[in-house]
Nanobody, 119 residues
Framework: QVQLVESGGGLVQPGGSLNLSCANSGSAGTVYGMGWYRQGPEKQRELVAT???????KYGDFVEGRFTISGDRAKSTVYLQMDSLKPEDTDVYYC?????????????WGKGTQVTVSS
């Protein structure tokens, strides 16, 4: 079974930093991709950052160079370093991993971690 668990969210002042982590606490096959989405202003999940199996990284436009994604596919672990946080970054952030077992490949989601940026 696959279970993605996020951690590292919380309350931070504007300009501060957080480091989000996500790890698979269950069984896992090959990791083809992993990343982070947020709920978004219209409650439809919005790209934050993703990393492909080839190491290609894509960030959402709102990130503006402030966040850095990293991870270890062999360990099914992904991180998001968030710097220069703004109040508008406040949201629920979700981890996603594309995992393969033999000939099957599926996307898995964590339950989300709350990030609140406020003075």
């Amino acid at each position: 079974q696959v279970q993605l668990v996020e951690s590292g969210g919380g309350l931070v002042q504007p300009g501060g930093s957080l480091n989000l982590s996500c790890a698979n606490s269950g069984s896992a096959g090959t990791v083809y991709g992993m990343g982070w989405y947020r709920q978004g202003p219209e409650k439809q999940r919005e790209l934050v950052a993703t990393m492909s199996s080839g190491g290609y990284i894509k960030y959402g436009d709102f990130v503006e160079g402030r966040f850095t994604i990293s991870g270890d596919r062999a360990k099914s672990t992904v991180y998001l370093q968030m710097d220069s946080l703004k109040p508008e970054d406040t949201d629920v952030y979700y981890c996603i991993m594309a995992l393969g077992y033999g000939g099957n490949r599926d996307d898995y989601w964590g339950k989300g971690t709350q990030v609140t940026v406020s003075s």
